[in-house]
Each structure stands twice: as C-alpha cells, then as structure tokens.
C-alpha cells in the first residue's frame, strides 16, 4: 500500500512524537529516580536499593532517546542539522551528563571506599538533573523561536549562543521539565521500595508534582500574553518537494494560541495535565503507587502533547528570519525514506513494546535493604 507524501509527513509527526514521549515515559522515570538518589538515600545501603529499582532496565529505556534521535536525523534532516548545531553546546551537556550513567552503575559499588561511592552518586545525580533540564529548556527556545536562517542555497546559519539559550522562558520550561520527570521517578521508588524509601518518596511525589503544577500554569499564561507565536502566511501545496524557503511566516502575538480557538476541544490536554498531576499526587498520598504512575504517565503525555498542539505545523521556528522557519511540511525526507521507514516503524515498535512490558513484567517486585545484603556482589 502507498500512502501519499502529505499523509507520511503528518504521520512522521505522530511517529517521532511518540517516541519522546516513549522516552519521557521510560528513561524519564530512570533520570528523576537518578535525580533524588542522593536525597531519598540516607545510607549505602538505601542508596543502592534506589539504584537497583532501574539498575536492570535504564539502559533498555535509554533505547528510546536513540531512537528518538535517529528517527529525526532520517525524517527530518533539515531540523536535525540546524538543532544539533545550534543547540551543539546544551546537547553536548546532555550526552556528557548522560555519560556518567553507565559507568555509574556499572562501578559506583566494585569498591567499599565511601568516598568512591558518593563521587558516582552524585555523578548519577547529574545525569538524572542535567539532561532533564537541558531538553526542557531546548523546547522552552523553540516555543520563543531559533535564531537561524538560510540563505538562497538552503545552507543554515545559526546566529545564536549557548547564553543566550538560557533565557527567562527557556528556564521555566527546564524546571516544569524537571519536575515532572523527578514527579514519576518518585512515583516510580513508590512502586519499587518499601519502608523509609517509601515515604521519602512520597514527600517528593507531593513536592515536585506541585511545583509542576504552578510552573505549567505560570507558563501557559506566559505563552499567551508573554510570546509572539508563529503562523504561515502562505506555503506550496503539502505534497510539494521540501523547500524551507518557499512559504511566508510572521510572528504574531498568542499566535500558539490559536489551535485552542479554533478546536475549543484541544484545551483538554493541557486541563488534563493538570488534572493527572494533581491525581498523581492524591493518589501517591493514599498509597495507591500503581495508579499514581498512571496519572503520572497521562501527565507527561499531556504535558508533551500541549508542546506539540500548541507549535504544530512548526517544528522550529526561526525568530530572525520567520520563512525560514522549519515545519512538518517542508522539513521531511523524500517520499521514498519515509515510507521505507514506516513499515519498520509499524514492525519493528510494537515488537519493542511487547518485549519491554515483557521485562517488566519479569522484573516487577520490590527491591528492599534485604535483598541487597542477600545479593551484595551481584546487585549494582
């Protein structure tokens, strides 16, 4: 079956869409856990039980942000040179924090040394914190525009800095990106610990999921009294060969507003942000971990999806040259890659997501300080 060339861009939105939130579900429960470890960890010992509560599946969930990143390079080329070249120094953050990961738990626990094991806890804290606040604020500077542009031979020229990055907005995103990820990794040890672990957690469930909440609402006002938004002006038609340069934009005031004017139904999503954060936290509060990781889950869904409703069709907007501007219908590869890369899409993921719940499933139970001591030398 050939499914024509408008269709295959929308659907490689849905597609690279879900595999963020696919990485936000997973590997984001991995960073927030990797986040409160030195805090809800009081001793070695409580320490090591938060860190075998993923130790066996964070490099699974890791897959996702690899994923996440080659589907971008294969389906949005365009977006892929300009983002990793002009964000070159935030993402060289993340991969650098992200480093300490691995090596993390593979050798925080071969030495008895105290000294030894705090430096790789802490260095865990890094790679939990840095990240998550990185990827925030890289949304917080698309939501406000990129500075680049291209010239008469589609060649990009990114007249920013890594400073400059680091704006009002772009922080206030990083911690509502944060938050909501140190939310369900605390959900997560709920799930996962027992006894004082347990109840620590729950207090950073309460935490956390609260600052969520004032700092999403705080950015929605923003956004629509705050920032000039994005709107084509006029553009080829939406099968038309990718060309950047071919359409007219101008940035207009609560222009990322307007989805929610014209489909009044779409409000929904960020109302159920709200809502599923608050439910995190009551249902975290009654001791109803499995629930709470669900509303936990529909939070960042919600969270991640009002990003998406509010900028579609963009994807990056340019805010020194506004037709530069990158979006679903003149960002995509050839008809030819995305169709390839569709039915390996459609193949291969619920194959991944069959066998993940599967692990999972294995893996469920609590880790506990006894389990520790009876597995000294085989647990991280």
Not at 108 to 130: A, Y
Not at 315 to 339: E, F
Request: glycine share 8%.
């Amino acid at each position: 079956m050939l499914i024509d060339y408008e269709t295959l861009k929308l659907i490689w939105w849905v597609f690279v869409g879900l595999l963020l939130i696919g990485f936000a579900l997973t590997d984001g429960f991995d960073m927030g856990v990797g986040a409160l470890l030195p805090f809800l960890g009081k001793n070695d010992e409580e320490r090591r039980v938060i860190i075998n509560s993923i130790g066996r599946t964070w490099e699974g969930n890791q897959v996702w942000f690899i994923t996440a990143a080659g589907a971008i390079f294969a389906a949005w080329p365009i977006v892929y040179a300009v983002a990793f070249s002009g964000f070159y120094i935030a993402l060289l953050l993340a991969l650098f924090a992200l480093f300490f990961r691995p090596v993390g738990f593979d050798y925080r626990s071969k030495l008895q040394n105290p000294r030894w094991r705090s430096t790789w806890d802490w260095g865990l804290f890094i790679g939990g914190v840095v990240p998550a606040l990185i990827f925030g604020i890289a949304f917080g500077n698309l939501l406000q525009g990129v500075p680049f542009h291209f010239d008469n031979e589609l060649r990009a020229y990114y007249t920013g800095s890594f400073w400059g990055l680091l704006n009002p907005f772009a922080l206030l995103a990083g911690v509502i990106s944060l938050s909501m990820l140190v939310m369900h990794g605390a959900v997560y040890l709920q799930l996962r610990t027992e006894d004082v672990i347990y109840v620590r957690s729950q207090k950073a469930v309460k935490f956390f999921g609260g600052l969520l909440i004032i700092t999403f609402a705080l950015a929605g006002v923003w956004v629509a009294v705050g920032i000039d938004g994005f709107k084509v002006i006029s553009m080829p038609p939406l099968d038309a060969l990718p060309n950047p340069l071919a359409k007219s934009v101008e940035m207009v005031p609560g222009a990322w507003m307007s989805h929610y004017e014209m489909t009044p139904w779409t409000m929904l999503i960020p109302g159920f942000a709200f809502v599923g954060a608050f439910l995190t936290i009551l249902l975290s509060h009654f001791n109803a971990p499995g629930r709470a990781f669900i509303s936990s889950s529909a939070t960042l869904v919600c969270v991640i999806l009002t990003a998406g409703v509010s900028m579609f069709p963009f994807i990056m907007p340019s805010s020194t040259q506004p037709d530069s501007s990158l979006i679903v219908w003149d960002a995509s590869s050839s008809h030819l890659t995305l169709t390839i890369m569709f039915w390996v899409t459609v193949i291969l993921v619920p194959l991944i997501v069959l066998y993940t719940s599967w692990v999972y499933r294995v893996l469920r139970g609590k880790i506990t300080v006894q389990y520790i001591r009876e597995n000294e030398y085989s647990s991280y």
